[in-house]
């Protein structure tokens, strides 16, 4: 198993070693990552929730180390969590539900033999 809590560790300074070579592109992001949060309709316990969701989705193993951590913190229960994740998972299911749908109208539109 991952030790989540070195590799967050390890992760969060390769990004700040990233962030000094690219500091515009960090600042951007962190415009939008402040943006987010000033929007204000859902509270951030919902934003950690979303954010592990997206993170199972995007395969992101940075952002589950981080993410777990800021929900731990809010006080997300596990049960919070494996809802979340429930909807990351249909999700995905569905996705690949749709692209097969996808596969076979590529069939279909094959030159017929």
């Known amino acids: 198993m991952q030790d989540?809590?070195?590799?967050?560790?390890?992760?969060?300074?390769q990004i700040a070693d990233y962030a000094a070579l690219a500091p515009d592109t960090m600042?951007?992001?962190?415009?939008m990552?402040?943006?987010?949060?000033?929007?204000?309709?859902?509270?951030?316990k919902v934003h950690e929730l979303i954010a592990l969701a997206v993170a199972v989705t995007t395969r992101c193993d940075g952002c589950i180390a981080v993410h777990a951590k800021k929900a731990s913190e809010l006080g997300v229960s596990r049960e919070?969590?494996?809802?979340?994740?429930?909807?990351a998972i249909t999700l995905n299911a569905g996705a690949a539900?749709?692209?097969?749908?996808r596969?076979?109208?590529a069939v279909d539109n094959l030159p017929k033999r």
């Open 4 to 13: 989540w809590n070195n590799y967050r560790i390890s992760i969060l300074k």
């Open 27 to 31: 600042s951007g992001l962190s415009a």
């Open 33 to 44: 990552d402040a943006g987010t949060s000033k929007i204000g309709k859902l509270d951030a």
């Open 80 to 87: 919070e969590i494996a809802e979340a994740l429930s909807v």
């Open 97 to 101: 539900l749709t692209y097969s749908a």
């Open 103 to 105: 596969v076979l109208e």
